[in-house]
Every structure is written in C-alpha cells, then in structure tokens.
C-alpha cells in the first residue's frame, strides 16, 4: 500500500497553484473543470509519478473552524521534506514566503514552518540520518 493522493484546502485554487508552482516548485498535474471548482493536483517536480497532492476548495463548513484551530495553535497541515532546509529557508525567505518558525533542530530532523497563503502552516522537515535501526541496531 502507498500514498497515491492527499489533498490540502486552500482558499482560492488558482492562488494556490500558483504559490505551489511558482514558489515552491511543484508541477501541475491535473487541472480539470469541476463546476466552479476543479481537480488540481501538483507533483513533486523530483518525482513526477510520486504523490499527488489535490488543491482541494475550503468551502466545506468544517473546514475554517478545523484549519483556524490548527493555525492558532501553531499546527502545520501538511509536512514536505526537504534535503537542505537552511537552503530552502533562504530561498522561500527570499521569495516573500513567511515563516512562522525559522528552521529549529529537534533532534531526529530540523524543521520549520511557513504559512502557505491559501489558509494553511506547513512544515518543511529535514531529517537527519538514523544512527540505528528502529530495533536499536
């Protein structure tokens, strides 16, 4: 079994891709008519067959209360990877994206977080080389 799709809500679908595309450097990969909406997906621009990640509407009642309590207590929504997060830092600093917490090692990885501008903290994660195997080898 493997993650194929997720999905993120997002306040305005364009502005999203957009900031996924253009700052972050993701691919667009669907971008179907739905209605007034649409099935937008990105890609990893690595790994053009991995995970998909659906730039899903917010316009579910659910969704502002769920996403307003994540972000008041400082809750990312979603994790991306990264394989130099001091670089990435300074990249994504210097096109405009603001970061709530700036790059902090807590132990096994050093992250930090940014605010997406369609409603939603993310979390960039670097992760450090496992000294031992998850049996302590």
């Given at each position: 079994?493997?993650?194929?799709?997720?999905?993120?809500?997002?306040?305005?679908?364009?502005?999203?891709?957009?900031?996924y595309t253009?700052?972050?450097?993701?691919?667009?990969?669907?971008?179907?008519?739905?209605?007034?909406?649409?099935?937008?997906?990105?890609?990893?621009?690595?790994?053009?067959?991995?995970?998909?990640?659906?730039?899903?509407?917010?316009?579910?009642?659910?969704?502002?209360?769920?996403?307003?309590?994540?972000?008041?207590?400082?809750?990312?929504?979603?994790?991306?990877?990264v394989e130099?997060?001091?670089?990435?830092?300074?990249?994504?600093?210097?096109?405009?994206?603001?970061?709530?917490?700036?790059?902090?090692?807590?132990?096994?990885?050093?992250?930090?977080?940014?605010?997406?501008?369609?409603?939603?903290?993310?979390?960039?994660?670097?992760?450090?080389?496992?000294?031992?195997?998850?049996?302590?080898?």
């Open positions: 079994m493997k993650i194929a799709l997720t999905s993120l809500f997002v306040d305005d679908q364009r502005a999203a891709l957009a900031f253009d700052v972050l450097g993701f691919k667009k990969h669907h971008d179907i008519p739905l209605g007034e909406d649409y099935w937008l997906t990105v890609v990893p621009a690595e790994s053009p067959d991995g995970p998909e990640l659906l730039l899903e509407p917010a316009k579910h009642p659910a969704v502002k209360p769920y996403r307003d309590a994540l972000a008041e207590d400082g809750i990312p929504l979603a994790q991306f990877e130099d997060i001091h670089s990435e830092y300074a990249r994504l600093t210097s096109a405009g994206v603001v970061f709530t917490q700036p790059p902090v090692d807590v132990g096994t990885a050093v992250v930090a977080v940014f605010d997406d501008t369609c409603g939603n903290l993310i979390q960039l994660l670097e992760a450090k080389p496992n000294k031992h195997d998850d049996d302590g080898r």
